[in-house]
């Protein structure tokens, strides 16, 4: 009787946690859930004209690149063997007080997802979800002496109807093996893996914010962790991911755009490179370019290439322009996939979504700051804005460009698009609209 009771009692504090936050989302959900609802809807009857529907092409805007798996890669990992172990009261995290005010990664879930690759042991081991815990891993760790290592970035969506979701998954794993192949680590199989991390998500559900102001970012990580010094491929790989609550990515200014500085004399990514995969070796070396964009007080840093000072990313994100171009059309433009910048989801999204619209032209080509700086002289350069999985949608209203500020109107538009953009892919992401793009966790 007493081991029963003292077994009762530890379910009850390990899910205590559960029952305080649930009854703390409850409470909010029903002041304020019916109420935003309702002033979401009213402010979307005015602005009829740009929709999107699971009708929309749900296909790549570009065929993404095929997935070829070594030969003596060894056996796969199934998601039907997974082994989970839970937390114990005493390994829970603290969990935010309010889910409007969230940093981005400061705070990290229960638990994490861990799959190891040997090839000495045949292959991709068995996944596990354990609580989040330290890597143990050698000090002569390829990932810690040449970089070896490769990461995506994916966010969960707590939609108006409760559901989880994850926004096309499928490119993430897509992007996530294709680097893989560039780094010397093996690959996988995206759909096990998104099998695993819907697995993870279920488990530490609670985390999921209960606002559109918020989402909880999961960030899918693989290392090199082969115990020898030598630049070779790794035969022992760590694939994990961890999950965060987050807010905004960006600090902004105070109408919400951010500043840039746009210096020539660095360089993000060249032809031949990596600049199209995401790799910590490409954000290591702009962080001190950043930190010499914040002592100018600006936000960001906008990337250059070429002499011709042609745009590629801004940040961590893609860039778009919409201006007006010499025929005197509308028109929306993002630099092409040429390997100098990432092929982000969110920018396919945009480009399939806003070719569906049919209200301007939409177009990849390359442009350059000449061309920014001669739009704006002629009244022409209607909006600039970044776009990514962090931030969604950033907008932009001043450049640093050769020691002056260019500053751009992308706040001062009537009906900009860029929020047409944002409220379209959130209204996707968050379940307003029933869509392919959104894929429901069970």
Known sequence: MTTKMAINAKDI???????????????????????????????????????????VNTQYTHAPEPIKHDKDLGHMFKASQMAVRLATPQQLQPKPDNDEELGFGKLFTDHMLKIYYHKSLG??????????????????????????????????????????????????????NLAAQRSGLPTFEGK????????LLSIDSEWVPHTEAASLYIRPTLIGIDPTLGVASSDSALLYSILSPVGS????????????????????AWPGGVGNRKMGSNYAPTINVQKEAAARGLQQV???????????????????????????????????????????ITRDSILAMTRQWG???VREATFTMPMVSELLNQGRLLELFGTGTACVVSPINRINYLGQDLYIPTMEQ???????????????QYGKVDHPWSVVID
């Open 13 to 55: 504090f390990r899910n205590q946690h559960r029952l305080i936050r649930f009854i703390e989302q409850s409470i909010r959900l029903c002041s304020n859930q019916s109420l935003k609802t309702a002033q979401q809807q009213q402010q979307k009857a005015s602005t009829p004209d740009f929709e999107i529907t699971a009708s």
């Open 249 to 268: 990515y960006f600090k902004t200014g105070s109408n919400g755009a951010v500043s840039l500085l746009a210096d020539p004399s660095y360089t993000r």
């Open 192 to 199: 096990e893996f998104v099998q695993c991390l819907s697995r």
């Open 123 to 176: 292959g991709w081991q068995k996944p596990e979800i354990t609580p989040l815990e330290n890597l143990v891993m050698h000090p002569a760790a390829k990932v810690l002496h040449y970089a070896v290592e490769l990461f995506e970035g994916m966010k969960a969506y707590r939609g108006v109807d409760g559901k989880i979701r994850i926004f096309r998954p499928d490119m993430n794993m897509n992007r996530m």
């Open 414 to 428: 009537e009906k900009p698009v860029h929020e047409l953009i944002r409220e379209t892919l959130t209204d996707i």
């Open 302 to 344: 906008l990337w250059l290439y070429g002499e011709d000072h042609q745009l590629t990313e801004v940040g961590t994100m893609n860039i778009f322009m919409f201006y007006v171009n010499d025929q005197g059309e509308q028109e929306l433009i993002t630099p092409p996939l040429n390997g100098l910048i990432l092929p982000g």
């Open 359 to 361: 209200k301007f032209k």
